[in-house]
């Protein structure tokens, strides 16, 4: 009994002596002590030789002895794992976890971007919303009921009510601006939009746009071109050209597109511009007399000009994004590329 409890002492030193460098030690000090043939197995088994009245007493020092393996084994294990709960693998020099920080969305920037350009225009920013009755979105723009030009944009329509559509423009914010009343009006509307188009990497159901309304007496279309030259010059670069087509929108008479030289290729031609050296940038037009009178305002006082143009193409071409369906994904490591103020 004598030698048992020495040798039980002894076997309680070399335990906690031990240290384990990694969770292989931890494991090779579980098959040394607690494994089927270790060694906490074969102290037990010593209680055969003690005299029956000790007994009692090396039972209650032996499961002692097993418990203390057992808790040292559970030690080492927590240790080799990194967990603190003892306290002794707390290593204060490792860096602390990473808190990774949003950032702005590539549409949010170039939104952001187009509006801060019309605002030193003194163009301020209103918005509407994304479900729109048929008069805002078309009937008022100068669409009446089966005007063929309502084809040329494919509308998603609410089924609870005829009436209701998911904004197919975001001309539709031009009509609840006019309806106001309050003139003249200098207003950027910007908004996402939706079109019952099939999703790929060139088109898509909803992407975004940016309106501008202008309303004022002697509004000219000079006006609006000089508006635009100044966008394209803040937003494009000085010697970035610009050429105005002929165009036709319902609600603009006259209408026009208006392109800049390609910014990636600088007009010599490229796969962007279909080698035209050309990209299309926006619809604009002086806003109809329908228009106007549609929303309460006298055309023979007042004229004004509108323009809209879309967000995605512009962020694709200046962020070099060659697939439409990313911006919709939200996969953070195609957003985290974005880390820009603005
Ligand atoms: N609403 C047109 C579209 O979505 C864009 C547009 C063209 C807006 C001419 C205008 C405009 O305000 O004057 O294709």
Not at 64 to 88: H, I, Y
Not at 117 to 138: K, S, T
Not at 305 to 325: C, H, T
Request: aromatic share 10%.
């Amino acid at each position: 009994m004598e030698q048992l409890l020495n040798q039980i002492a002894e076997y309680k030193k070399e335990m906690s002596a031990f240290a384990a460098a990694d969770e292989k030690q931890v494991e090779e000090f579980r098959i040394k002590w607690l494994g089927t043939r270790g060694i906490v197995k074969s102290v037990m088994g010593e209680m055969k030789n003690v005299a029956p009245d000790r007994k009692k007493e090396a039972g209650q020092l032996l499961n002692e002895f097993k418990q203390f393996a057992e808790l040292r084994f559970e030690e080492l294990k927590a240790a080799a794992s990194g967990v603190m709960e003892t306290g002794f693998s707390l290593d204060i020099s490792l860096p602390g976890d990473p808190q990774p920080l949003g950032s702005r969305h590539p549409v949010t920037l170039m939104r952001n971007r187009i509006v801060s350009i019309f605002q030193r225009l003194g163009f301020a920013v209103a918005e509407g919303p994304e479900i729109e009755d048929d008069w805002h979105n078309f009937g008022a723009l100068n669409l009446p009921p089966h005007h063929p030009a309502r084809d040329m944009q494919d509308t998603f329509y609410i089924q609870q009510n005829p009436d209701w559509v998911l904004r197919t423009h975001t001309s539709s914010v031009q009509i609840r601006e006019m309806e106001k009343g309050k003139l003249p009006i200098r207003m950027l509307m910007p908004g996402r939009v939706y079109r019952n188009e099939t999703v790929s990497a060139r088109s898509h159901c909803f992407f975004h746009q940016v309106e501008g309304l202008y309303i004022d007496e002697n509004v000219s279309f000079a006006d609006l071109k000089q508006t635009l030259y100044f966008f394209v010059k803040e937003m494009y670069g000085k010697d970035v050209k610009v050429r105005f087509r002929p165009s036709y929108f319902p609600f603009t008479e006259p209408s026009a597109e208006m392109d800049v030289t390609c910014f990636i290729c600088g007009g010599s031609g490229c796969n962007i511009c279909k080698k035209t050296g050309w990209v299309e940038i926006l619809g604009c037009g002086m806003v109809h007399p329908n228009v106007l009178s549609n929303c309460g305002i006298d055309p023979n006082k007042y004229t004004g000009f509108a323009f809209g143009m879309g967000i995605e193409r512009p962020a694709m071409l200046k962020y070099g994004v060659n697939d439409l369906r990313l911006f919709s994904e939200n996969d953070v490591r195609f957003l985290k590329q974005f880390t820009s103020a603005i």
